[in-house]
């Protein structure tokens, strides 16, 4: 029982020596780990919490909260998605040309064999916002897709086509001369509102679409040709309720006109539209002079055209049920609807 007690002892004694000696001089010549060796050691803790995981910088002042942080992975790009290159186009008979603008694109040309053309809105990434001149001329179309998005038909583009009918788009604002000339088949087209300028001869001949009133044949409330082979000694000019416009020198050369009514639902009279009507020096309008105004009147640019000179030189009188306080330039129908002047 004794050598028990004195075997527990010596292990006990054995233990604290062991523990006594951390910090003390080793055998083998090292040396424990001091207090200023300690507070060094905790500064380096502590810097170290200062540290980039991923190219992201965590800070001690994060590790301390608790929020937890999530690294940014990186791949070296700037983040946006870089755009894909225009796919290339499809070969649909038709040649596309950049425009002068950089912008934008006009048909230009298409294969003679082609019977259905179907014009795409977009090429190469930029809108096609042009019919060129002459591209569908005499080409025997059965069929045609004008996208919205074009603004322009060139002088001759349908010339002679085939075509029966032809849906044109919201987009359009000019139709160029002979555009759609000599299309015999045609019975139908619209013409937008946002049309402001009908070419000469746009529509020449296409007798299929005309609404004939007075001599002058209408498509879709534009006026577009002079249809009286010989001009009358004395005549006068009354155009339809709900014209839009006069196309370009729809009335060049037509003598004997004394004067002309021209409804106030007109917005647009395109440039020589009375070009060389030496008789007109009247013209009776159906709204007030304000209105009369707000048309678009185009002069020509040519100096030996007389637009201004026929329109502009005759006398203007405005439609007016009662007889106006002044009586000035004032007009009403009289009892056999023969436009007449307010003394």
Not at 23 to 33: E, I, L, Y
Not at 145 to 156: H, L, M, Q, W
Not at 320 to 330: K, Y
Request: proline share 4%; charged share 20%; hydrophobic share 35%.
């Amino acid at each position: 029982m004794k050598t028990k007690a004195w075997l527990l002892c010596l292990l006990l004694s054995l233990m604290l020596c062991a523990c006594n000696g951390d910090g003390q001089a080793t055998g083998d010549g090292q040396q424990g780990t001091s207090d200023a060796d300690t507070t060094a050691g905790e500064e380096q803790i502590a810097t170290d919490t200062d540290t980039t995981i991923e190219g992201v910088e965590v800070t001690s002042d994060a590790l301390d909260t608790d929020e937890s942080v999530t690294p940014e992975v990186t791949d070296g790009t700037s983040g946006s998605e870089e755009a894909e290159p225009p796919a290339e186009p499809v070969d649909d008979g038709l040649t596309y040309t950049l425009n002068t603008d950089g912008q934008s694109y006009s048909v230009t040309d298409c294969r003679p064999d082609l019977t259905v053309a179907i014009i795409a809105d977009t090429y190469m990434g930029l809108p096609v916002t042009k019919i060129g001149a002459d591209v569908f001329k005499d080409v025997q179309l059965t069929s045609v897709t004008i996208p919205e998005g074009i603004t322009t038909i060139g002088a001759y583009s349908f010339h002679r086509s085939p075509l029966t009918n032809i849906k044109l788009p919201e987009s359009l604002t000019f139709i160029g001369e002979n555009a759609f000339s000599l299309c015999y088949d045609l019975t139908s087209i619209n013409i937008p509102d946002a049309v402001t300028h009908i070419g000469n001869d746009a529509f020449y001949n296409c007798t299929k679409l005309f609404e004939t009133h007075d001599g002058i044949a209408y498509v879709d409330g534009w006026a577009v040709q002079y249809t009286v082979s010989a001009d009358p000694d004395s005549w006068e000019l009354t155009l339809q309720e709900g014209t839009v416009g006069i196309g370009e020198r729809v009335l060049e050369f037509v003598f004997g006109m004394e004067y002309a009514v021209i409804p106030d639902s007109v917005k647009y009279i395109c440039k020589s539209a009375f070009s060389s009507c030496e008789d007109l020096n009247t013209v009776y309008y159906g709204g007030t002079a304000a209105e009369w105004e707000q048309i678009s009147i185009a002069y020509s640019e040519e100096p030996d055209e007389y637009t201004s000179d026929a329109l502009t030189s005759a006398t203007v009188y405005y439609y007016s049920v009662e007889r106006p306080v002044d009586g000035n330039n004032a007009w009403y129908y009289d009892d056999d609807g023969v436009p007449t002047r307010w003394d």
